[in-house]
């Protein structure tokens, strides 16, 4: 019964502001500004839209980064609690929490945009995958750095190594070692 007076309680609510979340959402998305200096990933020959495996690297990817955006969003529940008494603090821990986890956020969905693109993903189904009006507008270069480092591609002659192209080769090494480390345990099972 409780259930069906919340579900009243969301429909009047939802009457009164004339819309759902889920569009509100949309909104919000629809009203992101490109990222700074968007730019569309490079087609690399040979690859498959469709491939049949995702890439451990984009798995691991995924894994590490929704971990550091969990930690970040705990943190910002965590002060949330601690500091209703002093709202400077408040309001400073809490922003400086989710703003990292944005950006943690953001991140990953421009690497994983970027990785579709240059798989040669039609540009107007990555728009819909993504739920905007442009498919490059999470993809800038530190995007493509992260890539770049999760699939190890060399750093350019003569270029000093980009922190995100660092940070996508350690987990990529990481994720390596753990798939090495399930197939020796595999074999040694058999």
């Excluded at 049949?52 to 609690?81: C, G, K, T």
Aim: glycine letters at 6%; hydrophobic letters at 40%.
């Amino acid at each position: 019964m409780a259930s069906h007076a919340r579900k009243n309680a969301t429909r009047r609510q939802q009457n009164l502001t004339g819309t759902n979340r889920r569009a509100a959402l949309q909104d919000i998305r629809n009203a992101l500004p490109p990222a700074p200096q968007a730019r569309n990933a490079t087609w690399i020959p040979g690859g498959e839209a469709h491939a049949e495996v995702v890439p451990a690297e984009l798995i691991a990817l995924v894994q590490d980064f929704v971990h550091w955006e969990r930690r970040h969003l705990d943190d910002a529940v965590s002060v949330a609690r601690q500091h209703i008494e002093s709202p400077a603090n408040w309001h400073r821990l809490v922003l400086y929490a989710l703003t990292d986890a944005l950006a943690y956020n953001l991140l990953l969905v421009g690497t994983l945009a970027a990785y579709l693109q240059e798989q040669g993903l039609d540009a107007e189904l990555l728009r819909r995958h993504l739920q905007s009006p442009d498919p490059d507008r999470y993809i800038n270069q530190q995007a493509l750095d992260l890539l770049a480092g999760l699939m190890d591609r060399p750093v350019a002659e003569g270029q000093q190594e980009a922190t995100w192209h660092f940070i996508g080769r350690q987990i990529a090494e990481c994720c390596a070692q753990h798939v090495d480390g399930r197939r020796r345990s595999t074999q040694e099972g058999l």
